[in-house]
């Protein structure tokens, strides 16, 4: 101990294997490839839940009743529409601008517009958590439709929440097999342990800031390309290489630059990410139904060629790696895909937010300082 401080002299670049939280919220087995919410497997949960069912879990810490869900169900049906002050301010931000940057900056706003200052109370809380898992699928839609000069379409609360965000996003109804697949995908990115986007959410909730700062600083995380951002560049990856018999030079180059392939690799999962085989699985049976998606035969090879050099280092596919090329396939534009990511592990955030509330304590490490000590300050004029 030093002045009341606790000296570590251990570094961890990255905080690798540090923990931060004592957590009931999910837990992945990086070896074994397992991952479970509130000690369900995911893969359960997509073949009997829906994502609304699945944040509730994630939230309140156990699956609802029948009544519990049709009641959060429709609160977030209500809610999901966003005030017109609000699409005005949306209106006010450059059209090129990244919908990820957009989505951030009005998630910041929506505090404002809904104080949620009053943290130590249950009922401001639960509708924090309805309005924000409600409105970031409007907000999104309603920017993916502004930038081009389109008016935002309204809601429609006769829609489950991805049909509904489907045809926000086209004006038409959606095609209810893709909404599901949508779902599914929601499911699987809904939360993840204590990654980059969570940890960051943490941090700011330790200081006990609302929940829409909250969520605005843990998007702001989840945008790089480390993150979030993977997906979008997996597809680009992919649209680069444009052809199948390209993508051994492509790789091999890559790696031999010592460049990351997008999609690959993960600091926990030392096997294939259970997410991963979901949605690629997800993906050939898309690619069955509609034998159009030219992306899936090359992700597939780069899988392959990935995989023959890489194994050594245990580096697999990851959530980012098909789920973009299926988001492709239902129409969303490649630089919304991270927004739909935000869109699900909203839910997480929000988890770990109540968990952090119930035992806080402010983040504040330490740092193990290298600089020099008892320099003397240099006149201006002296300085070169
Ligand atoms: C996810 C990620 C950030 C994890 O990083 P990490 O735990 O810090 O792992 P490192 O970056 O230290 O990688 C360990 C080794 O594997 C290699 N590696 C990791 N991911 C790789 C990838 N995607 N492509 C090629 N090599 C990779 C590194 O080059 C390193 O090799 P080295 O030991 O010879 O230097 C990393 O795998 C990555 O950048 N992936 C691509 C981006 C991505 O898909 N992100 C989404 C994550 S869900």
Known sequence: MQNGEMIMTDFFAGLEGVP????????IDGEKGILEYRGIRIEELVKKSSFIEVAYLL????????????????DIRFHRRIKYRIVDLMKTLPERGHPMDALQATVAALGMFYPAKEISDEETNYWSIVRLIAKLPTIV????????????????????????FLYMLTET????????????SLILHAEHTMNASTFSGLVTASTLADPYTVVSSAIGT?????????NERTVEMLREIG????????IEEKLKKKE???????????????????????????????????????????????????????????????????YDRMGIETDLFTCVFAMSRVAGWLA?????????????????????????????????
């Open 59 to 74: 939230i309140f810490g156990k699956l609802p009743t029948k009544r519990q869900l049709d009641k959060f169900d429709s």
């Open 173 to 184: 109804p959606p095609d209810p097999y893709m909404a599901k697949v949508l779902d599914t």
């Open 222 to 230: 989840l945008t790089g390309p480390l993150h979030g951002g993977a």
């Open 260 to 326: 990351k392939i997008m999609g690959m690799g993960h600091r926990v999962y030392k096997t294939y990410d259970p997410r991963a085989r979901v949605l690629k699985d997800i993906a050939n049976k898309m690619q069955k139904r509609y034998k159009d998606i030219t992306l899936l035969e090359i992700a597939e090879r780069i899988e392959k060629v990935s995989s023959e050099n890489l194994k050594e280092k245990k580096i697999y596919p990851n959530v980012d790696f098909y789920s973009g090329i299926i």
């Open 141 to 164: 839609a309603a920017f993916a439709r502004m930038r081009y000069g389109d008016e935002a379409v309204r809601p429609r609360d006769d829609l489950n929440h991805t049909e509904n």
């Open 243 to 250: 052809d199948v018999g390209k993508v051994k030079d492509y």
């Open 352 to 384: 770990h937010w109540l968990e952090q509330l119930s035992n806080n304590r402010i983040f504040r490490p330490s740092a193990i300082y290298v600089g020099k000590h008892n320099l003397n300050y240099k006149p201006l004029k002296n300085r070169r």
């Open 20 to 27: 931060a939280s004592k957590s009931g919220v999910s837990f």
